[in-house]
């Protein structure tokens, strides 16, 4: 079966760098696009970046011009890396996976890692 396996999560100061990874294994397909998505406490899941297998991203307007997405295709793994981190960064980081179902493309499912936290201290 499918599976994202997250790493890189963990506790930094206000101003601090992570970089985050994301392995899907289990998929006989690549995947479609790949991203992060972000919940802080008694808050709802927020979309973070995306990254298409075209190398088209997108981000929240929040962590625009300090978090870089990227994405290897041969190993099925994407990546985000954090600078200029801000206590507001605070929170579970998801990683998601949009696989293709059979050849044709057209049923496409989502998939979900099992998230790591990251904590900025202020």
């Known amino acids: 079966q499918v599976q994202l396996v997250e790493s890189g999560g963990g506790l930094v100061q206000d101003g601090g760098s992570l970089k985050l990874s994301c392995a899907v294994s289990?998929?006989?397909?690549?995947?479609?696009?790949m991203g992060w998505y972000r919940q802080a406490p008694g808050k709802q899941r927020d979309l973070v970046a995306t990254?298409?297998?075209?190398?088209?991203?997108t981000y929240a307007d929040s962590v625009k011009g300090r978090f870089t997405i990227s994405r290897d295709l041969a190993k099925n793994t994407v990546y985000l890396q954090m600078n200029s981190l801000k206590p507001e960064d605070t929170g579970a980081y998801y990683c998601?996976?949009?696989?293709?179902?059979?050849?044709?493309?057209?049923?496409?499912?989502?998939?979900w890692g099992q998230g790591t936290q990251v904590t900025v201290s202020s």
């Open positions: 289990g998929s006989p397909f690549r995947p479609r696009s």
């Open positions: 990254i298409s297998s075209g190398y088209t991203t």
């Open positions: 998601n996976a949009k696989i293709p179902q059979d050849l044709s493309s057209s049923n496409i499912n989502d998939y």
